[in-house]
């Protein structure tokens, strides 16, 4: 969960104009990005090696 006052922080950074669906795709990759920042900081990320092993799986 994102606070009030990280959104305000990227908020500012938002173009002055935009469309709602802007917006929106904006605000869902704040929120992507506010997580994915949360979990490494618990420990929650694999190696790189463990990233290729995965990712040459999905070509095999």
Do not use: C, Y
Not at 3 to 16: A, G, V
Not at 35 to 42: T, V
């Amino acid at each position: 969960m994102i606070t009030k006052e990280k959104l305000k922080k990227h908020i500012e950074q938002f173009p002055d104009e935009m469309s709602i669906d802007e917006l929106i795709d904006r605000l869902i990759f704040v929120e992507k990005l506010e997580n994915r920042i949360e979990q490494s900081k618990i420990g929650e990320t694999i190696t790189e090696e463990e990233l290729k092993a995965e990712m040459g799986e999905w070509f095999e």
